[in-house]
């Protein structure tokens, strides 16, 4: 298990930590720095403009006694020292907080365009005087020219740069606690998505079937986690589709392989009859030698049997191949049946086709076509003189009946087995039809039966379709 410090939340949580504790003091440390600053700055522009007021009541004052009410209401409502000079420069008017005391920090200057000049001196004495802001403004009353001289208190800022110094460590320790709870909430919105992602992509690698990641949110990380979800998705469904193509694959070559054994199984037994047949006449061994052209016959018979045994296998190697189609079934049939036509009418035989036209069938068609043209086939040879043949197709099932003499038991067990005729074959039998049909619905995967019909009077091949 990685440590601790190497992983993604205690990374988070650290540099989060760290920038909230950084941004906390450093606003302190800006306080503490521009507070005098800022205060000045608030204190001039303030009296500014109160004094910008005084002047212009000043300015409009109607007497003498008038514009000395209203410097003693500004003194005493702005705690400023007020000195009015006459044009002479004699003291016209003054009011401290000293009673007559004037106390002057600096010399001012008219300037030519009337503005005041401000002049401020701090005592960095230690002494503990305040600092002061001194101003000028020339004026006019009743037609003469005065001077309003005012000088300001600034408050001293040195009790509140204490307060401030002496609240730090706890400023410092409200904000460590302060920055680590928020680290661990930020971090945890951001790890935990990520721990999500992390156990569920473990659970996509095991190709669990419910493995989805929770989208709750609509930023980036919940983008990412649906670009994820659906990226399985597919993923999985092609997995899905190459296992059923492999699945489908290894059926088809083990059928195929399991189709040639059989029928390696089942050449067999001409070739050994014909070999024993040649043996006897070669060797001079009675009967065969004494009857050649008999047994030449039988051995060629069982030589054109294998022939044709090889033949059909051989026809059937194409189809393995042959993708699924669709079509109707019904057309299909039809198609099948017409070249025995000809042989059911010769023999005066009934048939009836009775499957509807919307029925259709998916599947190798090659293959199907083949397996029902030898139950056709099979139908058509073995059917009595004015038989009937009947195809019809319920409930998902093909039959295919026909009138003749049930098999017995013992013949069902032989009649799928090569080179077997029945006891009423034809000229056009070979042995071979029910052992195709047999392989090739094996190869398709197709239930089928073999059996007499209910009421006794023929035989009856089903096919169950899906």
């Not at 009011?95 to 002049?119: M, Y």
């Not at 009967?287 to 050649?292: L, Q, R, V």
């Not at 099948?336 to 069938?361: A, G, H, M, N, W």
């Amino acid at each position: 298990m990685k440590r601790i410090k190497n992983s993604f939340f205690a990374k988070t949580f650290t540099i989060s930590l760290l920038m909230l504790f950084i941004i906390t003091m450093t606003a302190y440390l800006l306080l503490y720095l521009l507070l005098p600053v800022f205060y000045r700055r608030f204190k001039i522009s303030e009296y500014e403009e109160k004094a910008a007021g005084v002047i212009r009541s000043l300015s409009q004052a109607d007497s003498d006694g008038s514009d000395i009410e209203i410097l003693t209401d500004f003194a005493q409502r702005d705690a400023a020292d007020v000195t009015v000079y006459n044009a002479d420069g004699s003291i016209y008017f003054r009011i401290t907080e000293k009673l007559g005391v004037s106390i002057l920090h600096g010399n001012s200057q008219q300037q030519p365009d009337g503005k005041s000049v401000f002049q401020m001196e701090i005592d960095e004495s230690g002494s503990g005087n305040a600092a002061r802001m001194e101003s000028e403004y020339p004026y006019s009353a009743n037609g003469i020219d005065r001077t309003l001289v005012l000088d300001i208190p600034l408050q001293p800022l040195d009790e509140a740069k204490s307060v401030i110094i002496n609240i730090y460590p706890f400023a410092g320790l409200l904000c460590i606690v302060f920055s680590f709870l928020l680290a661990i909430l930020f971090s945890r919105n951001v790890v935990d998505p990520i721990r999500h992602i992390q156990h569920t992509v473990r659970e996509m690698a095991q190709l669990s079937p419910d493995a989805q990641i929770p989208v709750r949110t609509g930023d980036e990380i919940a983008q990412m986690s649906r670009d994820i979800n659906s990226m399985y998705e597919e993923l999985r469904s092609t997995i899905i589709d190459l296992e059923a193509k492999i699945k489908a694959y290894t059926s088809s070559e083990n059928q195929k392989i399991a189709f040639l054994r059989n029928v390696s199984h089942e050449l067999k037994t001409p070739l050994a009859s014909a070999n024993a047949l040649i043996e006897g006449i070669v060797y001079g061994i009675s009967p065969y030698c004494d009857d050649k052209e008999k047994y030449l016959n039988e051995c060629r018979d069982f030589l054109q049997k294998a022939i044709t045994l090889t033949k059909e296998s051989l026809s059937l190697s194409p189809v393995y191949k042959e993708s699924p189609q669709t079509t109707a079934l019904k057309s299909l049939v039809e198609t099948e049946f017409r070249p025995y036509k000809v042989i059911l009418k010769s023999r005066q035989i009934r048939y009836c086709v009775d499957i509807p036209p919307q029925v259709t069938i998916t599947t190798s068609l090659n293959l199907f076509s083949k397996a029902i043209s030898n139950v056709l086939s099979n139908a058509a040879n073995y059917t009595d003189n004015g038989g009937t043949v009947r195809i019809r197709y319920r409930m998902n099932r093909l039959c295919i009946e026909n009138t003749c003499t049930p098999l017995s038991p013992e013949e069902l067990k032989r009649v799928m087995k090569p080179m077997h005729s029945g006891q009423n074959s034809t000229q056009y039998s070979n042995g071979l039809g029910l052992f195709i049909v047999e392989q090739s619905l094996g190869l398709m995967q197709i239930p089928f039966s073999f059996a007499p019909m209910e009421d006794g009077s023929g035989m009856c091949f089903s096919f169950t379709l899906k």
